[in-house]
């Protein structure tokens, strides 16, 4: 096998989303509209692999991977597992896919019951899927508190008796417990303090190496993107604009707003030099796309063409791919130019 | 208790403070002998995780502390006055007006069933003598002077018709309305996105500068530390472990605590080569 060779390619993918939109009805100033959180996605993911999904507030990534959760369902496109649609009617054949694909919330204090114990949490998933055997579940949950580094001597606490990354030790065990292929991991140190951040994104790569399974991350912390992730999808207002491995999209993003989205963020040193490379203004409404390109009215560098017609993905090089139709601008001289604050 | 004399260029300082939770009687001591100094136009930083006592030392100053917790020792200085011995009503006048505090989540401390307009009014008119129609229009300066747009249409809108960045903007732009010379951030920008999060760092440092305010902000992210701040005093369980200049910390941090929340700071990059040779 080759160093070049990417990971979704040298292993089949266990997942794929094609073409998912998912569009909302709500009422804005009086008026029915639709919202398209998420429009025309389309990505697999490999066993054992990470791929991220990055990119502001109201970019689409929480819808895109609750439709990955099986928690909303499309309004268009499809999701299969293994060639299977994921999405089919049955409550067992729907149940089956639960186990398949997990996830860890953002906040633990929300998704964790006050009143269970660290046992009963660990307990219920597997019952559902696995039986009642006593000396069977008390071993599984054993095995569950060791896998994420949790001491045996919580087995009988709540939630309340437990750090800030205990429990969310917690939630990534009540995940592994029905031995998922995908875990859905929503922001899953935006809990937790830095000194505690990195303990948790190691473990996460232990029982990735352990269990072979497979991360769908959502973050807006690229530092946290950066460590983890193999591949990352960068979405703006529903769409995908970049998508590629990691570390290529980072030390050379194709799309203006990737640039700006890593150049935002501050860097561990006193007064770093800042990147002119800075978008105008906010996210627009969703009820409200751009025609053309999604990013017109905040790219630094603009063009009148911008505006004709929404850019296609397009691939810059092997499987790094970028919707702007100028990327020669993203080095252009002026734009380069480097301020000290 | 011996008084010492405030340092000309020091707008608040902080003395010996050590406060405990009354837990039924049991004091357990959270803050101790907690002691820096903010020098005036300047802008520094608590930095600590959380449980590091910053957010309770910045509420103590404001004599917003919960009421179980009880100074022990120490005293906080502002100017001629020593905030510590103040009774609530003296407080009330420096509060807001002299000292004033943004907090952490902007739409939790703006209140859901009042227009931003009114509830910016109200403030101006707790603190001034107004007539409504100039409570109106200092309001609407407020606004302005945060960089919102279409003042007079925001003005009538209800916070959940704010961005979480836009929301922040009021949040500060209600502390400016009574011209405070200091200004307290609790996690200003936590929650918000880096392109936004950057804006109002901006925001604030141009602010800070344009009106001569003193400026403290809480955080844990040492990166803002870097990119905006002048001191810095580093806090764990409850203890000032570090204080020392933005600069230096950076370059030659002395306390280990520090080094670690560094290297805390800057995460490893995965590495994907290694990684593709397995698959």
Partial sequence: MTVNADISRTRLPIMRVQNVTKTFSTISAGRRTHLTAVDQLDFTIAAGETIALVGESGSGKSTAAKCVADLLAPTEGTISMDGAPTIRPGRRARRRDHRRVQLVFQDPNGSLDPRQTVRQ????????????????????????????????????????????????????????????EIIVLDEPTASLDVSTRGQMLALLERVQRHTDVAYLLVSHDLAVVQSLA?????MYLGSIIESGPTDRVFTNPQHPYTKALIEAAPKMEYRALRSAWRLDGEIPSPTDRPSGCLLTNRCPVVQPDCHAQRPPLVAVDADHLSACIHPELLSAPSMDARTAS | MTRTKLAADDMLAVEGFSASFDLKGELR?????????????????IVGESGSGKSLTALSVLGLAPRRLVRTSGQIRYRD??????????????????????????????????????????????????????????????????RIPDVSRRMEQYPH???????????LAQTLLCDPELLLLDEPTTGLDVTIQADVMDLITTLGAERHMTTCLITHDLGLVGQYCDRV????????????DAKTVFSTPTHPYTQLLLDASELKQRDTTERRIIA
């Fill in chain 1, 121 to 180: 949490v660990l307990e219920e998933p597997l019952r559902n899927f696995f039986g009642n055997n006593r000396g069977e579940l008390r071993r599984r949950v054993r095995e569950l508190l060791a896998d994420v580094e949790l001491d045996e001597s919580l087995l009988n606490r709540r939630p309340r008796e437990l750090s800030g990354g205990q429990k969310q030790r917690l939630g990534l065990a009540r995940a592994l417990a029905v031995e998922p």
């Fill in chain 1, 230 to 234: 193999d591949r990352v999808l960068v």
């Fill in chain 2, 29 to 45: 001591p959270v803050l101790k002998d907690v002691t820096f100094s903010l020098p005036s136009h300047s802008m520094s930083a």
């Fill in chain 2, 81 to 146: 006055s020593v905030l510590t011995e103040l009774s609530e009503r003296e407080l009330r006048t420096v509060r807001g007006a002299r000292i004033a505090m943004v907090f952490q989540d902007a739409r939790a401390a703006l209140n859901p069933v009042f227009t931003v307009g009114h509830q910016l009014e109200a403030t101006v008119r707790a603190h001034q003598k107004v007539s409504r129609k100039q409570a109106k229009s200092l309001a609407a300066d407020a606004l302005a002077s945060v």
């Fill in chain 2, 161 to 171: 018709q704010f961005s979480g960045g836009m929301a922040q903007r009021v949040a």
């Fill in chain 2, 233 to 244: 005093i580093v806090m764990k369980a409850g203890e000032v472990c570090e204080q020392t």
